[in-house]
């Protein structure tokens, strides 16, 4: 990672955790749609660092309202979502490895969704949905957080929808999606697939994550929620397509294959700074292979 990268990464983290603080989500969306962009990191490598920065917030959250939880809505929501995350953890295994062009685009798709999905509004029911519904939407949050992190939108939506009370429901819908990264970090862990350059990521990001976090609370922006969610979704969108344009548009790189042996230089996927001159450009890849 080159001197630039490091700052950009560490901008994106920034943005990332005051959205988050204004909007109540998009965390995820917004640092894997930023530092995809620009390909700071491999994809798997970003979503490995989203998924443990956004844990980690939730964690801190729960000390103090985790008393509040629904437990059945809970219950529900985790049946469904626990076999999605463990078919997306596998499908994003699959796509690293034989689509990455592919892999792109369906984040950039993904991240253009799930923004116009926040953007829709969620009329409350006159009666709570059944159990089926919520392990249904539980599926498809399970499946995108398997993925890309990003299972919050589909939950999102369907909370918002239920006869609950504000607290009752923000405290139940953080403790799922805690728990759906939570079931994630255990799944790329057991299948190897969280690498060293994840774990450096991670500390590396997580003081900028814990001090925002805090001025926002010390010191809370009189926005208004729904111009920042606007404002939130139209960055998304912008984003997601540019994702799309630059993974069509760049040409594929030449890289070993697979199962070639690795020199010891290419294998270090260590947090190594170096002069921004290697660097490719904000579109380019300049981070060698990922290690076996």
Same mark, same amino acid.
């Given at each position: 990672?080159?001197?630039?990268?490091?700052?950009?990464?560490?901008?994106?983290?920034?943005?990332?955790?005051?959205?988050?603080?204004? +909007?109540? %989500?998009?965390?995820?969306?917004? #640092?894997? =749609? /930023?530092? *995809?962009?620009?390909?700071? !990191?491999?994809? $798997?490598? &970003?979503?490995?660092?989203?998924?443990?920065?956004?844990?980690?917030?939730?964690?801190?959250?729960?000390?103090?309202?985790?008393?509040?939880?629904?437990?059945?809505?809970?219950?529900?929501?985790?049946?469904?979502?626990?076999?999605?995350?463990?078919?997306?953890?596998?499908?994003?295994?699959?796509?690293?490895?034989?689509?990455?062009?592919?892999?792109?685009?369906?984040?950039?798709?993904?991240?253009?969704?799930?923004?116009?999905?926040?953007?829709?509004?969620?009329?409350?029911?006159?009666?709570?949905?059944?159990? +089926?519904? %919520?392990?249904?939407?539980?599926? #498809?949050? =399970? /499946?995108? *957080?398997?993925?890309?992190? !990003?299972?919050? $939108?589909? &939950?999102?939506?369907?909370?918002?929808?239920?006869?609950?009370?504000?607290?009752?429901?923000?405290?139940?819908?953080?403790?799922?999606?805690?728990?759906?990264?939570?079931?994630?970090?255990?799944?790329?862990?057991?299948?190897?697939?969280?690498?060293?350059?994840?774990?450096?990521?991670?500390?590396?990001?997580?003081?900028?994550?814990?001090?925002?976090?805090?001025?926002?609370?010390?010191?809370?922006?009189?926005?208004?929620?729904?111009?920042?969610?606007?404002?939130?979704?139209?960055?998304?969108?912008?984003?997601?397509?540019?994702?799309?344009?630059?993974?069509?548009?760049?040409?594929?790189?030449?890289?070993?294959?697979?199962?070639?042996?690795?020199?010891?230089?290419?294998?270090?996927?260590?947090?190594?700074?170096?002069?921004?001159?290697?660097?490719?450009?904000?579109?380019?890849?300049?981070?060698?292979?990922?290690?076996?």
């Amino acid at each position: 990672m080159t001197a630039l990268q490091a700052g950009l990464f560490v901008l994106f983290v920034i943005a990332a955790t005051v959205a988050q603080g204004l +909007t109540g %989500f998009a965390f995820v969306l917004v #640092l894997l =749609g /930023l530092a *995809g962009l620009f390909d700071i !990191a491999p994809l $798997p490598d &970003l979503t490995n660092v989203a998924t443990t920065l956004s844990v980690m917030s939730a964690a801190a959250t729960l000390r103090v309202s985790r008393r509040l939880l629904e437990p059945t809505a809970y219950r529900d929501a985790l049946v469904g979502s626990a076999p999605g995350v463990l078919a997306g953890v596998l499908l994003l295994g699959w796509l690293s490895t034989n689509v990455v062009t592919g892999l792109r685009v369906l984040l950039g798709v993904t991240v253009c969704v799930c923004a116009i999905a926040m953007l829709r509004p969620a009329n409350v029911l006159p009666a709570r949905s059944s159990g +089926t519904s %919520f392990r249904g939407f539980g599926l #498809l949050s =399970g /499946l995108l *957080g398997g993925l890309f992190s !990003a299972g919050g $939108p589909p &939950l999102v939506w369907h909370f918002y929808r239920q006869p609950m009370a504000v607290e009752t429901l923000r405290a139940t819908l953080l403790a799922a999606l805690a728990t759906i990264g939570v079931i994630r970090l255990v799944a790329v862990v057991g299948t190897g697939q969280f690498s060293l350059l994840s774990l450096q990521l991670s500390l590396f990001a997580a003081p900028f994550v814990l001090t925002v976090s805090w001025l926002l609370q010390r010191y809370p922006v009189p926005w208004e929620r729904a111009a920042v969610l606007r404002l939130v979704c139209v960055l998304l969108l912008v984003t997601g397509v540019g994702l799309v344009v630059s993974a069509l548009v760049r040409p594929p790189a030449s890289s070993p294959p697979q199962h070639a042996q690795l020199a010891p230089a290419q294998a270090d996927c260590g947090l190594v700074i170096q002069p921004p001159a290697c660097s490719a450009g904000p579109f380019g890849s300049s981070h060698g292979p990922r290690p076996e």
